[in-house]
């Protein structure tokens, strides 16, 4: 029997590799403000809320804004970021995530989304996925960001699934406390050296299948 009754997905570099987009995005915004960041840097931004990326992008140019004048470079930022995923196809699906939520739903387990984005619905409806979940909690409905457990929590309470019956699929570090500090098993998508709070590290969810998750229940107490 398996005791994970459902799977809780983050959306930027679980399902869809949305992360290159928002680096252009935020690049463009730091270029026009006079300074540039590294793909390294990049990597900070994962997870993190649009005010907060903003927050640290600025840190890194060593420049001091008022809230008025954030609220206008998150807006434009967030413009050039819609124009991008305007033009998303189907087939930036990661691979192996469509099949792997859709075996998930044929072996009756609950399936969500659990995302900082204020954009997930536009997301999911342009590569086609908005019918694999049973779920979408995202950055319009929850107020405290990862690593706080809101997000998921929320996911769960809306499938009526008690957290410890939840697996959460994330790939950036502030996501998998997030898991944890909801009391949930977590899979790392992407590298063990990086991901160390996961129960669990795959590099895509194309290296999930139904036995790694019926494992991933024997841990639960
Ligand atoms: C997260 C991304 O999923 O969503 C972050 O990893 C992003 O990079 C955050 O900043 C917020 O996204 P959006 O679409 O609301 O600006
Ligand atoms: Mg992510």
């Known amino acids: 029997m398996n005791l994970i009754q459902a799977c809780i997905f983050d959306l930027d ?3 869809v590799d949305t992360a ?5 995005a935020w690049k463009r915004l730091a270029n026009e403000l006079g300074f540039d960041f590294t793909e390294e840097d990049n990597e900070k931004l994962k997870g993190v809320s649009r005010m907060a990326s903003l927050d640290l992008i600025l840190q890194w140019g060593g420049l001091t804004k008022t809230h008025a004048e954030k609220e206008v470079l998150a807006t434009l930022k967030n413009t050039w ?3 991008m995923i305007a033009k998303m196809t189907p087939a930036e699906v990661l691979p192996g995530a469509r099949e792997f939520v859709e075996s998930c739903k044929a072996s009756g387990i609950k399936t969500a989304l659990g995302s900082a984005s204020k954009n997930s619905e536009t997301i999911l409806a ?5 019918h694999l979940f049973d779920v ?3 950055g319009n409905k929850v107020s405290k960001p990862k690593p706080d457990p809101e997000v998921f929590l929320k996911g769960a309470e809306e499938l009526h699934i008690a957290a ?3 697996v959460v699929f994330e790939d950036a570090i ?13 899979v790392g998508i992407g590298s063990p050296k990086t991901l160390i709070q996961a129960d669990l590290v795959v590099s895509g969810l194309d290296q999930m299948d139904s036995k790694k998750l ?6 639960i107490q």
């Not at 502030?174 to 977590?186: D, I, V």
């Open 214 to 219: 019926i494992d991933l229940g024997l841990l």
């Open 174 to 186: 502030a996501g998998l406390e997030a898991a944890k500090n909801a009391g949930m098993l977590a």
């Open 13 to 15: 570099g679980v399902i």
């Open 136 to 138: 979408v909690i995202d």
């Open 164 to 166: 410890r019956n939840c």
């Open 81 to 83: 970021y819609v124009d």
């Open 126 to 130: 342009k590569v086609g996925i908005s």
């Open 20 to 24: 290159v987009y928002h680096y252009q």
